[in-house]
């Protein structure tokens, strides 16, 4: 569900957008509903899979850094393994964000 996901897109302004340097995609996973009960997104079980599948080809630092690997193994790795070990935590919303109000 493209909805859930977020793109960061970095360049250089000068330069328009054939200079992107950076950029990565954040996908929902899950989140709390307004009664606090856990909503999986459709995102959860293509998660499940990376996270399970088995990685012939891992990486160094307990497989959280691909830089030992040539490009396109680079590359495909980061498509099709995830390391379960990765995640971040966004603060609570302020109230002032609630759903429902401007």
Same mark, same amino acid.
Request: aromatic share 8%.
């Given at each position: ?12 302004? @000068?330069?328009? /957008?054939?200079?992107?340097n950076y950029q990565y995609r954040v996908r929902r996973v899950a989140h709390l509903s307004e009664s606090g009960a856990l909503v999986k997104t @459709? ?12 990685? @012939?080809?891992?990486?160094? /630092? ?41």
């Amino acid at each position: 569900d493209a909805a859930q996901d977020l793109l960061r897109v970095s360049f250089y302004p @000068e330069q328009g /957008l054939s200079s992107i340097n950076y950029q990565y995609r954040v996908r929902r996973v899950a989140h709390l509903s307004e009664s606090g009960a856990l909503v999986k997104t @459709e995102a959860w079980d293509d998660l499940v899979a990376k996270v399970r599948a088995t990685n @012939e080809t891992p990486g160094c /630092l307990g497989d959280r850094c691909y830089c030992n690997l040539p490009l396109e193994q680079r590359l495909q790795n980061s498509l099709l393994y995830q390391n379960d070990r990765q995640f971040f935590r966004l603060p609570p919303r302020p109230a002032s964000m609630a759903l429902g109000r401007g």
